[in-house]
């Protein structure tokens, strides 16, 4: 009896973790803090609680169905694919159709849940990041290396529902943080597609550019040298100060250090080296940004 209890009760979370799985939580959870800290800077320290709160849930709960159903939609991709093979559908945890459900029911529960505690617009703003990320991105994958440049769009787009969530507007300010959500992902994704250029050969992805090992180098060196300068546009704008941009610019050069090495030999390692400095310089320029915003609170009048 014991031994068909721990049975079910191991069954019920695989299938639990299965779920859990499909959404894919580390990306879903880099969103919501990314929406957060868009709402947290455009309310210039004054977040109410209530708000931060259903900001996160709701661009969660949407993230997750969106990256859900790119799994249905990708599951015999994923097949193909060593580092996707493991993934709950092509192991069969999950059947197409329960991912298939899951997937709307939160995507659907995720617009309703903003629309309702947010408002219109960020709701249509989580809408159009799903349209873009399955109508476009996804399809274009194995067909153009455009897919990348467009895959940056929904990629960003967080940035604008947490700054709507707050304004009711996309203003100066919230196109600034989407300019640098867009181009921090760029380096980002062309150092993880090198990395991963025969697996996704073997899928038929066209993530990477045409003309070889320097058109990538070059790419990355040009979206971080845009990068830099951007990022001074939350200071420039008055929601942050001068610590805020200095710090901005220090890690940029770190960042833009990695793109040249790569740009000088395109190497798994300088690849490496690109995905792995995209990975820390954005949450730090996010606590870059929470940092001064809270200083300015503290000193105003």
Do not use: C
């Not at 709960?61 to 060593?82: C, P, S």
């Not at 290396?145 to 969530?165: D, E, F, N, Q, R």
């Not at 760029?186 to 990395?195: D, F, K, N, S």
């Amino acid at each position: 009896m014991a031994q068909a209890d721990a049975k079910t009760t191991n069954s019920i979370r695989s299938r639990l973790r299965a779920y859990y799985d499909l959404t894919k939580p580390g990306i879903t959870g880099f969103v919501m803090v990314t929406a957060g800290v868009s709402a947290f800077v455009a309310s210039r320290g004054r977040l109410e609680l209530t708000l931060a709160m259903n900001t996160i849930a709701g661009t969660g709960i949407a993230t997750a169905g969106a990256l859900t159903l790119n799994q249905f939609v990708e599951r015999e991709v994923d097949t193909v694919m060593h580092r996707t093979q493991g993934r709950p559908l092509p192991t069969g945890r999950v059947s197409p159709m329960e991912a298939l459900g899951f997937g709307s029911a939160l995507l659907i529960g995720g617009l309703i849940y903003i629309a309702l505690a947010l408002g219109v617009l960020p709701a249509a703003i989580t809408a159009a990041s799903g349209l873009m990320y399955h109508g476009v991105y996804t399809p274009l994958k194995t067909r153009s290396y455009v897919a990348t440049l467009a895959g940056a769009i929904p990629g960003a787009l967080p940035m604008l529902i947490g700054w709507s969530a707050v304004t009711s507007s996309i203003d100066s300010g919230a196109l600034a943080l989407f300019a640098i959500g867009y181009f921090w992902q760029l380096p980002h994704v062309l150092g993880l597609a090198w990395l991963l250029r025969e697996d996704y050969a073997r899928a038929g992805f066209q993530l990477l550019p045409p003309g070889g090992a320097r058109s990538i180098g070059l790419q990355m060196v040009a979206s971080v040298a845009i990068l830099i300068p951007i990022s001074w546009a939350p200071t420039l704008l008055g929601f942050t100060a001068l610590p805020y941009a200095v710090g901005a610019t220090v890690i940029g050069g770190g960042f833009l250090v990695t793109a040249f090495r790569a740009l000088r030999e395109m190497s798994d390692k300088n690849a490496r080296g690109v995905f792995f400095a995209s990975l820390l310089y954005h949450p730090l320029l996010l606590l870059l940004m929470i940092f001064d915003t809270l200083r300015l609170l503290m000193i105003e009048p």
